[in-house]
């Protein structure tokens, strides 16, 4: 598997992982241990969150499971295509409302992506890779996964070991790389919005 920091170069020194990390879609079909798969939830787990609040929920089937067909047809054909051969496939959920009073949370989805990328990053640490989706049935999830009100359906993502570019279908072959970033010019300005 290429390595980010081989084909991607930080403008300003960054720790390599930033560089590692990227969303293959090759996986090797593999089965994952349930505690390797905790490995990474337990990094989620202590993302940053306003209050303390913890708003994400992470639902998940793992390859060979019982709920690995429910979780596999929720996902749109493209990325069927290539999630089949996924260890496990995951639905990241957050709560709307803060715990301690019930009042609306502003930062529900924000929090819940510090701990994606908490996870991300444990699966790049630990020979994984990691493929954020938002082509699922979101609708189909929340009514199958029995998914309450209060809470907010935010993305799913697929967990493997990394697999062969050339066993991708065709159209995606060419696109299995590390992508570039937009430059901090076109991301970060001091001061009033100028973009």
């Not at 209050?51 to 929920?57: E, F, H």
Request: hydrophobic share 40%.
């Amino acid at each position: 598997m290429i390595k980010g920091s081989e084909r991607r170069e930080a403008d300003y020194p960054v720790d390599k992982i930033f560089l590692d990390r990227w969303s293959p879609r090759a996986m090797s079909g593999e089965e994952m241990a349930e505690g390797e798969l905790m490995a990474l939830f337990e990094a989620a787990r202590w993302a940053p969150s306003s209050y303390n609040n913890q708003p994400w929920r992470i639902l998940y089937a793992r390859r060979g499971t019982e709920n690995w067909p429910q979780f596999f047809g929720l996902l749109v054909g493209g990325n069927q295509a290539w999630a089949k051969d996924a260890a496990a496939l995951l639905l990241f959920v957050s709560k709307t409302t803060f715990d301690f009073n019930g009042e609306t949370y502003p930062t529900h989805s924000f929090d819940t992506g510090a701990a994606w990328e908490n996870l991300a990053l444990q699966a790049t640490l630990k020979g994984y890779v990691v493929h954020g989706m938002q082509g699922f049935d979101y609708e189909r999830a929340r009514a199958e996964l029995r998914i309450p009100e209060g809470f907010r359906v935010e993305a799913m993502a697929a967990v493997g070991r990394p697999g062969k570019a050339e066993d991708l279908p065709e159209g995606l072959r060419e696109r299995e790389a590390p992508s570039p970033r937009k430059k901090l010019a076109e991301i970060v300005c001091e001061g009033k919005f100028r973009f």
